[in-house]
């Protein structure tokens, strides 16, 4: 825009100026420092009020948190570049597939057509009735919120929107999941009827015992036993995005850990190698190739969902309690506080980061502890108080 030309502008009102000869009103707007430079707009309008008017609306969006950008940026387009070009930087594959589950299949359905600039607190809040309509629970309801505050909050940092919508709205209150587990009658019944069914077998073992996760006990490979010592180390989990196997190294430094094995579950490993070692000879394979101890007689990876459907079928098959398989996990911390294991054992064994963790997880065990144990000082303190009365009473 040429000096010249502004000369012939008049202004009339902030940002608002009047071009006599063309007979046009001229408003600025101003979006602030973007990228360390100044950004604005100019746009004409024929009448006084019709300027005033869209600068008004431009500050109140301004003032409501918005940044009514020039570019056509819908709320589908900003969470695509988010989970497409942002995330993959920082971000797990699954965790990343994750969020492109919510994003795809629910999200951009819903509300991806909203212009990013223009998402108001009810869109967010008829968007979470919509979920919860659909029969998601409020648990899975905030995983979608706490995604889109993160998306949002860097749409802020890059000045797409001046500040986060999801700032105004509460999070869904979460309910926390129950525990089940087996108690040890159980579980022998259970480790009784899947004698016959060798991989089911040793995957239950395993996890039984040791009470890893079920993406742990996946990753065990060979040259994760010491026979010698009768340790187990844990430094590789396997689990899946979509159909993909994913093969990665534990999440956190507590999960890298060394578990003795009993020698109950010692013997079963060295009689899995050993039909390993047959099953290499029958397919010609060489048994430098059968590297994971959960696998399919020719040395390949069983589906990551197997072991648990397996697991299902049986449970249903002898009408036994229903559990998942991550429930043997809890099993074994149940069995390990009954046989009194501190809570800081079993978190070490478990792999949490902390006790807390551990503590959170298994409150209605440590419940109970807790009353066990203010029942055992009463009584240790009644009978004490009778035996002085008593005392007290033959003086």
């Known amino acids: 825009m040429s000096n010249s030309k502004k000369v012939n502008r008049k202004k009339i009102a902030n940002n608002v100026y009047f071009d006599e000869s063309r007979k ?52 589908a387009d900003y969470l695509t570049y988010w989970v497409e070009d942002y995330k993959p930087m920082s971000c797990e594959y699954t965790t990343l597939y994750g969020y492109k589950v ?23 809040n008829r968007y979470f009735s919509i979920l919860s309509n659909e029969g998601l629970s409020n648990n899975t309801i905030k995983k979608h919120y706490n995604l889109l505050k993160s998306a949002l909050s860097q749409a802020v940092r890059e000045d797409k929107i001046y500040f986060n919508v999801m700032d105004k709205i509460a999070p869904p209150k979460t309910t ?8 040890a009658e159980e579980l022998a019944v259970l480790l009784d009827v899947i004698k016959t069914k060798p991989a089911l077998d040793i995957a239950v073992n395993i996890s039984a015992f040791t009470g890893l996760r079920r993406e742990e006990m996946l990753g065990l490979k060979w040259d994760c036993v010491d026979f010698k010592n009768s340790i187990l180390t844990i430094k590789e989990v396997v689990t899946k995005a979509g159909d993909t196997v994913i093969i990665k190294k534990p999440k956190t430094k507590a999960s890298y850990r060394k578990i003795r094995i009993p020698n109950y579950l010692l013997d079963k ?4 190698r050993d039909e390993q070692a047959r099953n290499a000879k029958l397919f010609n394979i060489p048994l430098e190739e059968y590297k994971y101890i959960f696998c399919k007689p020719d040395g390949s990876l069983y589906h990551v969902n197997y072991v648990s459907s397996m697991l299902k079928n049986v449970i249903e098959q002898y009408n036994l309690k229903p559990i998942r398989f991550h429930d043997l996990r809890h099993t074994f911390a149940s069995i390990a506080h009954e046989q009194g294991v501190s809570i800081f054992d079993i978190s070490k064994t478990l792999g949490h980061s902390t006790i807390a963790t551990t503590s959170n997880i298994y409150t209605h065990l440590f419940d109970e502890t807790n009353s066990k144990t203010i029942n055992s000082v009463a009584k240790s303190i009644e009978e004490a108080r009778t035996k002085i009365q008593k005392e007290n009473s033959d003086e």
């Open 102 to 124: 919510i994003i795809n299949n629910h999200i951009i359905p819903h509300i991806g057509k909203i212009m990013l600039k223009n998402l108001r607190v009810d869109d967010i």
């Open 24 to 75: 046009t009103y001229y408003v600025r707007f101003y979006y602030g420092m973007v990228d360390g430079k100044r950004k604005q707009e100019w746009k004409t309008f024929k009448t006084k009020n019709d300027a005033i008017r869209a600068l008004k609306l431009f500050e109140l969006d301004k003032v409501q948190g918005v940044s009514p950008s020039p570019e056509k940026l819908t709320l």
């Open 269 to 272: 490993l060295k009689i899995l």
């Open 176 to 183: 926390k999941k129950e525990v089940s587990f087996y108690t």
